[in-house]
């Protein structure tokens, strides 16, 4: 069983900046390829931005390149973090950490949500206009 707790949400003005943090919690020793997901209200759950287990590889979704970086804590394998910046209205949801521990890791770091196998409780980001 892993568990998986985010925070860092809140209420920013557009153009903003905000850091996300996720702490997962699972079998020692072992790394998880992991990634953040948002759902708006009225919308599906979508991917935005996944990180491999070794850090060495992410991948984002296109109306975020540029603004948000995902990373790894480095003395806390399993810590991940979503620094946000020049933040917009639309990018308003709940913010999603997730962990892969089955894979398969294609399916993962393109950030398919049928690859992730524990999921937080989400985290309010709203950038007010």
């Known amino acids: 069983q892993v568990q998986v707790v985010e925070s860092g949400g809140g209420l920013v003005a557009a153009g903003g900046s905000l850091r996300l943090s996720c702490a997962a919690s699972?079998?020692?020793?072992?790394?998880?390829?992991m990634g953040w997901f948002r759902q708006a209200p009225g919308k599906e759950r979508e991917f935005v931005a996944t990180?491999?287990?070794?850090?060495?590889?992410?991948?984002y979704q296109d109306s975020v390149k540029g603004r948000f970086t995902i990373s790894r804590d480095s003395a806390e394998v399993n810590t991940i973090y979503l620094q946000m910046n020049s933040l917009k209205p639309e990018d308003t949801a709940v913010y999603y950490c997730?962990?892969?521990?089955?894979?398969?890791?294609?399916?993962?770091?393109?950030?398919?949500?049928?690859?992730?196998?524990?999921w937080g409780q989400g985290t309010q980001v709203t950038v007010a206009s």
């Open positions: 699972g079998r020692a020793g072992s790394r998880y390829t």
């Open positions: 990180i491999s287990w070794s850090g060495g590889e992410t991948n």
């Open positions: 997730a962990v892969s521990v089955y894979g398969p890791y294609q399916t993962v770091i393109a950030g398919d949500p049928r690859g992730y196998d524990y």
